[in-house]
Each structure stands twice: as C-alpha cells, then as structure tokens.
Nanobody, 117 residues
Framework: QVQLVESGGGLVQAGGSLRLSCAAS????????MGWYRQAPGKQRELVAA???????NYRDSVKGRFTISRDNAKNTVYLQMNSLKPEDTAVYYC???????????WGQGTRVTVSS
C-alpha cells in the first residue's frame, strides 16, 4: 500500500505560478514512477507529467516549457512546478504512484488549481 497526500493547489491569475507537492508513504520501495494527472470539468483525466525512479521525465505537449516535475527522494515527495499558468490549466490535479502488481497504481485525493483570466 502507498499513501499519497497532495498540497499546493489554489487560485492564481493567468501568468502566475504554483507548486504542487505529493508526499508518499507506505511501501515506497514498490513505486516505479510518479505522475501528475489532471481532470477538468467534463473532461477525461489526462497525464500532465511523470518522473521515473531513475529521474527520467516526460510531459504533455501543452505544458512543456512551463511545468517541471521533480522529486526529493529524501522526503519521498514529488513536486510539480507550474509557471506561466493559463486558464486552460484549471483542473483538479492528482498525484499517482505507478506500482508493480497494480492496474493503475495509487492515487492522491486531488488538489484543485484554478487559473483566472
């Protein structure tokens, strides 16, 4: 079992920045990769960024150059630094831990990000 707790969401004006945090606990050794997903109202959940245990990262095209995913292994925490935010980034952001033996890993409770124009 892996527990994930997100924080850092909020309301920000377009062009602003936010940093999301996801603290992991439990069977951390079983985590292959960590990712941030988001779900806007009426839309499907989509992958925003991911980072492997080796530090490799990938991003969806719409956030490349604006968002940065990173991890602090000592704190078992993954971050998503979001700069130059746009209204279309408004969504509930979820942290995910990809764990061997599970279908879609473990999920945090979500943190809401609202970008006003």
């Amino acid at each position: 079992q892996v527990q994930l707790v997100e924080s850092g969401g909020g309301l920000v004006q377009a062009g602003g920045s936010l940093r999301l945090s996801c603290a992991a606990s439990g069977s951390i050794f079983s985590i292959n990769a960590m990712g941030w997903y988001r779900q806007a109202p009426g839309k499907q959940r989509e992958l925003v960024a991911a980072i492997t245990s080796g530090g490799s990262t990938n991003y969806r095209d719409s956030v490349k150059g604006r968002f940065t995913i990173s991890r602090d292994n000592a704190k078992n925490t993954v971050y998503l630094q979001m700069n130059s935010l746009k209204p279309e980034d408004t969504a509930v952001y979820y942290c995910n831990a990809d764990v061997v033996g599970t279908v879609d890993g473990y999920w945090g409770q979500g943190t809401r990000v609202t970008v006003s124009s």
